[in-house]
Protein backbone atom coordinates (compact mmCIF):
# COMPACT_ATOMS: atom_id res chain seq x y z
CA UNK A 1 0.00 0.00 0.00
CA UNK A 2 1.17 2.97 -1.08
CA UNK A 3 2.46 5.79 2.05
CA UNK A 4 3.49 8.87 3.05
CA UNK A 5 4.65 10.08 6.06
CA UNK A 6 5.94 13.22 7.39
CA UNK A 7 7.53 14.22 10.57
CA UNK A 8 6.71 16.26 12.65
CA UNK A 9 3.47 17.03 12.58
CA UNK A 10 3.65 19.58 14.44
CA UNK A 11 6.49 22.36 14.69
CA UNK A 12 6.38 26.01 17.06
CA UNK A 13 9.70 28.25 16.56
CA UNK A 14 10.19 31.65 16.93
CA UNK A 15 11.16 33.92 13.92
CA UNK A 16 14.93 33.64 12.26
CA UNK A 17 15.05 30.33 13.08
CA UNK A 18 15.53 27.19 10.70
CA UNK A 19 13.45 24.41 10.24
CA UNK A 20 13.84 21.34 8.19
CA UNK A 21 11.00 19.22 7.04
CA UNK A 22 10.66 15.35 6.52
CA UNK A 23 8.85 13.90 3.71
CA UNK A 24 9.33 9.87 3.83
CA UNK A 25 7.58 7.71 0.70
CA UNK A 26 7.18 4.57 0.15
CA UNK A 27 5.18 4.17 -3.48
CA UNK A 28 4.91 1.65 -6.39
CA UNK A 29 6.06 3.57 -9.54
CA UNK A 30 7.70 6.53 -8.24
CA UNK A 31 7.33 9.71 -10.62
CA UNK A 32 7.36 12.64 -8.50
CA UNK A 33 7.45 14.34 -5.18
CA UNK A 34 5.33 17.66 -4.66
CA UNK A 35 5.46 19.95 -1.66
CA UNK A 36 2.68 22.68 -1.37
CA UNK A 37 2.27 25.15 1.32
CA UNK A 38 -1.71 25.48 2.90
CA UNK A 39 -2.80 28.05 4.59
CA UNK A 40 -6.39 28.72 5.23
CA UNK A 41 -7.88 27.35 2.36
CA UNK A 42 -6.44 25.16 -0.66
CA UNK A 43 -2.99 24.26 -0.85
CA UNK A 44 -0.44 26.24 -2.98
CA UNK A 45 2.28 24.16 -5.23
CA UNK A 46 6.08 25.38 -3.70
CA UNK A 47 8.29 22.49 -5.49
CA UNK A 48 8.68 19.65 -7.39
CA UNK A 49 11.00 16.90 -7.19
CA UNK A 50 11.79 14.16 -9.41
CA UNK A 51 15.64 13.84 -9.43
CA UNK A 52 17.75 13.06 -5.82
CA UNK A 53 20.45 14.88 -4.97
CA UNK A 54 19.27 18.07 -7.13
CA UNK A 55 18.01 21.34 -4.93
CA UNK A 56 15.58 23.02 -6.16
CA UNK A 57 15.15 26.54 -4.14
CA UNK A 58 12.78 29.11 -4.12
CA UNK A 59 14.00 32.23 -1.66
CA UNK A 60 14.12 31.07 2.09
CA UNK A 61 12.32 27.40 0.99
CA UNK A 62 14.88 24.88 -0.63
CA UNK A 63 14.48 21.20 -0.84
CA UNK A 64 15.92 17.66 -2.39
CA UNK A 65 15.07 14.34 -3.06
CA UNK A 66 16.93 11.28 -1.99
CA UNK A 67 15.45 8.40 -4.11
CA UNK A 68 17.63 5.26 -2.45
CA UNK A 69 16.57 5.94 0.68
CA UNK A 70 13.36 7.48 0.02
CA UNK A 71 12.97 10.72 1.63
CA UNK A 72 12.66 14.25 0.90
CA UNK A 73 13.12 17.50 2.84
CA UNK A 74 11.98 20.57 2.97
CA UNK A 75 13.88 24.01 4.44
CA UNK A 76 13.04 27.03 5.57
CA UNK A 77 15.64 29.51 6.60
CA UNK A 78 15.14 32.65 8.31
CA UNK A 79 11.71 31.79 9.34
CA UNK A 80 8.65 34.98 9.35
CA UNK A 81 5.56 34.83 11.24
CA UNK A 82 3.93 34.44 7.50
CA UNK A 83 5.36 31.28 7.18
CA UNK A 84 2.97 29.55 9.16
CA UNK A 85 1.14 27.31 7.80
CA UNK A 86 0.68 23.31 7.20
CA UNK A 87 3.43 21.63 4.70
CA UNK A 88 1.97 19.12 2.87
CA UNK A 89 4.14 16.56 1.20
CA UNK A 90 2.48 14.38 -2.12
CA UNK A 91 4.00 11.41 -3.93
CA UNK A 92 3.16 10.79 -7.29
CA UNK A 93 2.78 6.93 -8.64
CA UNK A 94 2.12 5.90 -12.08
CA UNK A 95 -0.99 4.62 -12.64
CA UNK A 96 -1.91 1.69 -15.15
CA UNK A 97 -1.20 1.77 -18.83
CA UNK A 98 0.89 4.65 -18.24
CA UNK A 99 -1.84 7.11 -18.01
CA UNK A 100 -0.74 9.62 -15.89
CA UNK A 101 -0.19 9.78 -11.87
CA UNK A 102 -1.55 9.47 -8.82
CA UNK A 103 -0.97 11.45 -5.92
CA UNK A 104 -0.59 10.27 -2.63
CA UNK A 105 -0.62 12.89 0.51
CA UNK A 106 0.79 12.79 3.62
CA UNK A 107 -0.79 14.22 6.74
CA UNK A 108 1.12 17.72 6.59
CA UNK A 109 3.52 19.17 8.84
CA UNK A 110 1.87 22.36 10.98
CA UNK A 111 4.36 24.79 11.61
CA UNK A 112 3.65 27.37 13.74
CA UNK A 113 5.95 30.72 13.13
CA UNK A 114 6.47 33.03 16.57
CA UNK A 115 7.22 36.74 16.45
CA UNK B 1 -3.50 31.45 -14.71
CA UNK B 2 -5.20 28.66 -14.01
CA UNK B 3 -8.10 28.49 -12.21
CA UNK B 4 -10.44 26.02 -10.41
CA UNK B 5 -13.41 26.59 -9.04
CA UNK B 6 -16.12 24.65 -6.52
CA UNK B 7 -20.07 25.52 -6.54
CA UNK B 8 -19.97 26.46 -2.74
CA UNK B 9 -17.71 26.83 -0.28
CA UNK B 10 -20.10 26.16 2.74
CA UNK B 11 -22.50 23.41 2.53
CA UNK B 12 -24.77 22.11 5.75
CA UNK B 13 -27.13 19.52 4.89
CA UNK B 14 -28.89 16.57 6.59
CA UNK B 15 -28.12 13.03 7.34
CA UNK B 16 -29.93 11.17 4.04
CA UNK B 17 -29.72 14.16 1.73
CA UNK B 18 -28.01 13.82 -1.68
CA UNK B 19 -25.59 16.04 -2.06
CA UNK B 20 -23.39 17.52 -5.22
CA UNK B 21 -20.15 19.20 -4.97
CA UNK B 22 -19.49 20.83 -9.00
CA UNK B 23 -15.75 21.76 -9.66
CA UNK B 24 -14.75 23.54 -12.90
CA UNK B 25 -11.48 24.12 -14.26
CA UNK B 26 -10.59 26.20 -17.56
CA UNK B 27 -7.25 25.02 -18.27
CA UNK B 28 -8.70 21.89 -20.33
CA UNK B 29 -7.18 19.95 -18.14
CA UNK B 30 -7.43 15.72 -18.65
CA UNK B 31 -6.92 14.61 -15.11
CA UNK B 32 -9.49 15.80 -12.08
CA UNK B 33 -9.62 14.39 -8.75
CA UNK B 34 -11.57 14.54 -5.57
CA UNK B 35 -9.72 14.74 -2.12
CA UNK B 36 -11.59 15.33 1.35
CA UNK B 37 -8.97 16.64 4.05
CA UNK B 38 -9.49 15.79 7.63
CA UNK B 39 -7.78 17.05 10.80
CA UNK B 40 -4.69 14.52 11.31
CA UNK B 41 -5.65 12.48 8.27
CA UNK B 42 -4.48 15.20 5.88
CA UNK B 43 -5.46 14.68 2.04
CA UNK B 44 -6.88 11.62 1.32
CA UNK B 45 -8.24 10.49 -2.38
CA UNK B 46 -11.80 10.03 -2.98
CA UNK B 47 -12.00 9.40 -6.74
CA UNK B 48 -9.83 10.81 -9.61
CA UNK B 49 -10.57 10.82 -13.24
CA UNK B 50 -8.22 11.05 -15.99
CA UNK B 51 -10.41 11.72 -19.31
CA UNK B 52 -13.77 12.14 -20.21
CA UNK B 53 -16.04 9.68 -19.11
CA UNK B 54 -13.62 7.57 -17.24
CA UNK B 55 -13.15 7.35 -13.20
CA UNK B 56 -10.93 5.18 -10.91
CA UNK B 57 -11.44 4.73 -7.26
CA UNK B 58 -9.00 6.23 -4.87
CA UNK B 59 -8.35 5.38 -1.33
CA UNK B 60 -11.54 6.23 0.57
CA UNK B 61 -14.45 5.95 -2.16
CA UNK B 62 -16.98 4.49 -0.15
CA UNK B 63 -20.28 6.32 -0.06
CA UNK B 64 -19.33 8.61 -2.87
CA UNK B 65 -19.93 8.67 -6.34
CA UNK B 66 -18.46 11.04 -9.20
CA UNK B 67 -19.39 12.23 -12.74
CA UNK B 68 -17.34 13.60 -15.86
CA UNK B 69 -19.90 14.29 -18.70
CA UNK B 70 -17.35 17.57 -19.81
CA UNK B 71 -13.63 17.88 -19.87
CA UNK B 72 -13.79 20.68 -17.51
CA UNK B 73 -16.47 19.67 -14.50
CA UNK B 74 -15.96 17.15 -12.18
CA UNK B 75 -18.87 16.90 -10.01
CA UNK B 76 -19.00 14.38 -6.22
CA UNK B 77 -21.89 12.78 -5.38
CA UNK B 78 -22.92 12.16 -1.99
CA UNK B 79 -26.00 9.78 -2.30
CA UNK B 80 -26.78 9.22 0.99
CA UNK B 81 -25.39 12.23 3.69
CA UNK B 82 -23.68 11.00 6.59
CA UNK B 83 -22.81 12.77 9.34
CA UNK B 84 -19.13 10.84 9.29
CA UNK B 85 -18.96 12.51 5.59
CA UNK B 86 -18.55 16.25 7.29
CA UNK B 87 -15.25 17.51 5.93
CA UNK B 88 -13.57 19.66 4.00
CA UNK B 89 -13.67 18.66 -0.19
CA UNK B 90 -10.99 19.80 -2.51
CA UNK B 91 -10.89 19.47 -5.93
CA UNK B 92 -8.02 19.42 -8.02
CA UNK B 93 -7.15 19.37 -11.92
CA UNK B 94 -3.50 18.64 -13.54
CA UNK B 95 -2.86 18.29 -17.35
CA UNK B 96 -1.08 15.05 -18.76
CA UNK B 97 2.25 15.04 -20.14
CA UNK B 98 4.30 18.34 -18.98
CA UNK B 99 7.28 18.63 -16.83
CA UNK B 100 5.11 20.77 -14.37
CA UNK B 101 2.74 17.26 -12.40
CA UNK B 102 1.61 19.93 -10.16
CA UNK B 103 -2.22 19.76 -9.09
CA UNK B 104 -3.83 23.07 -9.41
CA UNK B 105 -6.28 23.33 -6.14
CA UNK B 106 -9.84 24.87 -5.91
CA UNK B 107 -11.07 27.11 -2.66
CA UNK B 108 -12.52 24.07 -0.98
CA UNK B 109 -16.57 23.22 0.40
CA UNK B 110 -16.65 22.52 3.98
CA UNK B 111 -19.69 20.06 3.90
CA UNK B 112 -21.15 20.07 7.35
CA UNK B 113 -23.82 17.01 7.58
CA UNK B 114 -26.33 17.31 10.74
Known amino acids: EDKVVQSPLSLVVHEGDTVTLNCSYE??????LLWYKQEKKAPTFLFML????IEKKSGRLSSILDKKELFSILNITATQTGDSAVYLC???????????????FGPGTRLSVLP | DVKVTQSSRYLVKRTGEKVFLECVQD?????MFWYRQDPGLGLRLIYF???????EKGDIPEGYSVSREKKERFSLILESASTNQTSMYLCASRTLGTSGNEQFFGPGTRLTVL
Open chain 1, 90 to 104: AVGGLLPDNYGQNFV
Open chain 1, 50 to 53: TSSG
Open chain 1, 27 to 32: VTNFRS
Open chain 2, 49 to 55: SYDVKMK
Open chain 2, 27 to 31: MDHEN
